[in-house]
Nanobody
Framework: QVQLVESGGGSVQAGGSLRLSCTASGDTWSRRYIAWFRQAPGKEREGVAGIIRTTNYTNYRASVKGRFTLSQDNQDNAKNTVYLQMNGLKPEDTAMYYC??????????????????WGRGTQVTVSS
């Protein structure tokens, strides 16, 4: 089992910044890859960015490259925290942001169906 807890959401104006945190605990093997997804009202959930816990290798969706940055703090085997620094926020970034975990990385990192563990989400609202 893996537990994921997100924090850091809020409301900002366009051009502003937010930093989201995802604290992951539980089975180490099952959280080797941590990703952020988002879902806006009436839209499908989409992958934003992901990171491999052991190598720091990252993936980003095209629309956030250069604006969003992933980092992590692997405090110990008991838990790790993944940060999503979001700069230059746009109204289209408005969504509920979710943290998700899976055992392995693959080219299908943004495929929602590949993730077994999910957090409850944190809301990000960007006004124009």
């Amino acid at each position: 089992q893996v537990q994921l807890v997100e924090s850091g959401g809020g409301s900002v104006q366009a051009g502003g910044s937010l930093r989201l945190s995802c604290t992951a605990s539980g089975d180490t093997w099952s959280r080797r890859y941590i990703a952020w997804f988002r879902q806006a009202p009436g839209k499908e959930r989409e992958g934003v960015a992901g990171i491999i816990r052991t190598t720091n290798y990252t993936n980003y969706r095209a629309s956030v490259k250069g604006r969003f940055t992933l980092s992590q703090d692997n405090q110990d085997n008991a838990k790790n925290t993944v940060y999503l620094q979001m700069n230059g926020l746009k109204p289209e970034d408005t969504a509920m942001y979710y943290c998700a975990a899976r055992e392995t990385y693959s080219a299908t990192w943004s495929d929602v169906s590949r993730y077994r563990y999910w957090g409850r989400g944190t809301q990000v609202t960007v006004s124009s």
